[in-house]
């Protein structure tokens, strides 16, 4: 009966250790099982389209008929097309100038991170450009450089200038719409430093007080290290922002006048709709997406040299 009784004992406890390997197992898949639909989505709406637009780009194709196999010749003319160097070099000054959105919204997020009446009000006024649409945006700033009832040119002919036509102007019209693009962005990237500057660590603070730490030391050494994170997501979501510039473009000038103000994304959608052209249309797509890609790869690459 005892030996009866201890065997019984054993099975039980190598059922009990089954079970709860099972269980471990089931642990490990649970996070996998959670992520699953997401990844599904994700592949289905992004991945799929992505290496469908790379293969696209070897074709010649109009929408509607049949495909025809071109190869590299999409690239070739890409190349050598004067409206893509023009699009590429308005991108790069899209691209320098916008990276001024994160130090300004930086600047102006100190400046708000004070407890005093009525900086709330404050707040929402400068977070109002974020919430509203990018062709709005547009539309205002297409008024506010009107030549002929235009803020901007009244306040010129107070100082006794004559009236620019900003958007109308080769030489200053990728400036104008890049300044109205520059507007919603730094209200974004403030409201990211907003909420890093919130989050600081308030020991690390008040030791470098003690330490006789202030202003310009304090912030370099102690708060800039701290926001980071929020510094990585203001320059990729700058950058992205920059590199597929197309609401504004197409609202304020659709790429005019002649063609001066057109940019990569523009240029891929003009290609694509109006010239029926899917596999040139692509093959743009397709640099834009490599520029951005290179860009951010090199940024999140010395982001994590730099914290080693």
């Given at each position: ?54 293969w696209l780009s070897f074709f010649q194709w109009d929408g509607i008929g049949e495909k025809t196999w071109v190869g590299l010749d999409n690239y070739s003319q890409l190349l ?188 891929m959608y003009e290609e694509s709709i109006f010239n029926y052209r899917m596999g040139f249309g692509a093959s743009v797509a397709v640099v834009l997406f490599l520029i951005m ?16």
């Amino acid at each position: 009966m005892n030996i009866t009784g201890n065997s019984q004992a054993l099975s039980n406890s190598r059922a009990w250790i089954s079970k709860k390997s099972d269980f471990r197992i089931s642990k490990k898949a649970a996070p996998w099982i959670f992520l699953l639909p997401a990844l599904v989505i994700f592949t289905i709406y992004v991945v799929y389209p992505i290496l469908d637009s790379i293969w696209l780009s070897f074709f010649q194709w109009d929408g509607i008929g049949e495909k025809t196999w071109v190869g590299l010749d999409n690239y070739s003319q890409l190349l050598g097309s004067k409206e893509f160097r023009t699009a590429l070099i308005n991108n790069v000054i899209w691209l320098v100038l916008f990276m001024l959105a994160p130090p300004l919204g930086l600047m102006i997020a100190l400046f708000l991170n004070q407890q005093v009446y009525g900086i709330r009000m404050v707040k929402a006024l400068f977070f109002f450009p974020f919430v509203i649409s990018q062709v709005v945006v547009g539309l205002v700033f297409s008024w506010f450089y009107d030549p002929s009832f235009g803020l901007l040119n009244i306040v010129i002919s107070w100082f006794g200038g004559d009236s620019v036509s900003i958007l109308a102007n080769e030489q200053y019209v990728t400036y104008g719409i890049v300044a109205a693009g520059l507007w919603p962005q730094i209200a974004y990237c403030m409201i990211l430093y907003l909420t890093g500057l919130n989050n600081l660590d308030p020991e690390q603070l008040e030791a470098a007080r003690l330490d006789g730490s202030r202003g310009l030391k304090m912030l370099w050494y102690v708060v800039l290290p701290q926001l980071k994170p929020a510094t990585f997501i203001a320059i990729v979501v700058t950058v992205i922002g920059a590199l597929r510039s197309f609401d504004l473009v197409a609202t304020m000038t659709a790429g005019g006048p002649w063609g001066s103000s057109t940019v990569l994304a523009y240029m891929m959608y003009e290609e694509s709709i109006f010239n029926y052209r899917m596999g040139f249309g692509a093959s743009v797509a397709v640099v834009l997406f490599l520029i951005m890609d290179i860009y951010i790869a090199y940024f999140l690459w010395r982001m994590i040299r730099s914290e080693k």
